[in-house]
């Protein structure tokens, strides 16, 4: 079957159609196409229906519309600003806290943030989702740390996976024995919210620990 989903159809990825939208100018688009070349865009039809176009300021709009100012980069600046690469024992772990880890299991979002301090994660040349085989040595590596009581899955967006594979992660970590708290962090509710359907919601109910969703919004 191939059928294009309506809803990712409809999300505006390219500067050309932020421009015909009325979201960027027009003098803008070479600018805006190397910016896009570099950091992803994608602005979903419902945060579309929340901005003014008409106010250059538009707090929804500074979130998710590209700006030329994204290819300046000053003195001192880091692809990896929060220190991830340092913290992680093994491809998709980052291990800050002693009792706490996340899982970085795909890399892509419904939604891109301009201020995203993991943009260099998600996007244009990055592998959609972590191996099978860097899940699998995520997986072993919570096994074989015991303190590691919370398991928090998070950027790219988590919820953009099928609940089917979902279910599957969500299983996986519940039979952890440690493992008592797996917390989400997501903008897809703000973002696609037709996404959490029962579907979904069945995924994220799992035998054995918690879960704990944390929405984003700006
Ligand atoms: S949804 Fe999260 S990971 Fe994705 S671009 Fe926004 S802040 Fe970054």
Not at 80 to 107: C, E, M, N, Q, T
Not at 165 to 176: N, T
Request: with cysteine; proline share 9%; glycine share 6%.
């Amino acid at each position: 079957m191939n059928r294009i989903d309506p809803k990712l159809a409809a999300t505006l990825r390219q500067p050309r159609e932020l421009i015909d939208a009325g979201l960027a100018p027009v003098d803008a688009v070479a600018e805006l196409e190397q910016v896009a070349a570099r950091y992803a865009v994608a602005v979903t039809p419902e945060l579309v229906a929340l901005i003014d176009p008409a106010d250059p300021a538009d707090p929804i709009a500074r979130q998710f519309i590209p700006s030329a100012d994204e290819l300046v980069e000053q003195p001192g600046e880091n692809a990896d600003p929060i220190g991830d690469d340092a913290r992680s024992p093994v491809g998709g772990i980052v291990h800050r806290y002693p009792d706490r880890v996340l899982f970085k299991l795909v890399h892509v979002c419904a939604v891109y943030c301009r201020f995203c301090f993991r943009r260099e994660m998600v996007g244009p040349g990055k592998a959609s989702a972590l191996s099978d085989d860097a899940y699998r040595a995520g997986l072993d590596y919570i096994r074989s740390h015991p303190e590691i009581w919370e398991v928090i899955l998070t950027g790219g967006d988590p919820l953009m996976l099928s609940p089917r594979r979902l279910a599957e992660i969500m299983a996986d970590l519940a039979a952890i024995d440690h493992v008592k708290i797996i917390r989400i962090h997501s903008r897809v509710p703000i973002a696609d919210p037709e996404r959490i359907n029962p579907e979904m919601i069945a995924a994220l109910r799992v035998e054995g620990a918690t879960t704990w969703i944390a929405i984003h919004a700006n």
